[in-house]
């Protein structure tokens, strides 16, 4: 079985097929503008947290 079947020009329902085969690629370029959108937001924000040292126990002696 083939991945991805072109329609037979000769069939009655070739143009249904392109017309599906059409939302299908469209679907697909939707999630991975979506998909590398979030991986590229996610990216921005991940900056490292910063923590002050304490040494309150050291001052108190």
Do not use: C, H, R, W
Not at 6 to 27: E, N
């Amino acid at each position: 079985m083939d991945i991805f079947t072109v329609p037979d020009p000769s069939d009655s329902g070739m143009g249904y097929a392109y017309i599906i085969m059409i939302f299908v690629f469209i679907a697909a370029s939707f999630t991975v503008y979506k998909l590398k959108k979030s991986a590229q937001k996610n990216k921005k924000q991940e900056v490292p947290k910063a923590y002050e040292m304490y040494e309150a126990e050291d001052k108190k002696q």
